[in-house]
């Protein structure tokens, strides 16, 4: 009997994501496969229903909305900075990406999105955060998850 994708089991996939204009914005070709705990919150909650009640060797596509993916872009999100925060970093530029400590001690991924004089706009929203998400996707192992893994809330 094979095993069907539910809380608990951990699951291999292999993917392609793309955003709306079919531009890959991800794939696990190179990095090999995407290997989570299903029910933890380990991956965003629409692809984690699409997988449920999946089965090795199921391969399909699904189409992601923003609130079912990383969520809308958030503006409480984006602040101006000094530059001065960007210390021992020669030239700040658009595109850059940091991480940053919030208030919280949790990490974060920050992008400058502006710089103008000694102000930097940067922006703590996810990079994929505002977008529909498409993922052509194969599921290619499915096993229990063991005491420690689901006490832990993530594969080891």
Known sequence: MSLTIADG???STHYTLTDEDANVLDSTD???PMVYLHGADNIIPGLEDALTGKTVGDRFKVRIDVEDG????LT?????VDIAAFEGVDTVEPGMRFESENEDGEFE???V????????TIDSN???AGMVLNFDIEVIDIREASSEEIEH???H
């Open 9 to 11: 089991m951990v699951v």
């Open 30 to 32: 190179e990095s090999g």
């Open 70 to 73: 990383y969520g809308e872009v």
């Open 76 to 80: 409480e999100l984006m602040q101006v």
């Open 109 to 111: 991924l920050i992008v």
């Open 113 to 120: 999105k502006h710089v103008e004089g000694n102000k930097v």
């Open 126 to 128: 996810h990079p994929l």
């Open 153 to 155: 809330e993530h594969v």
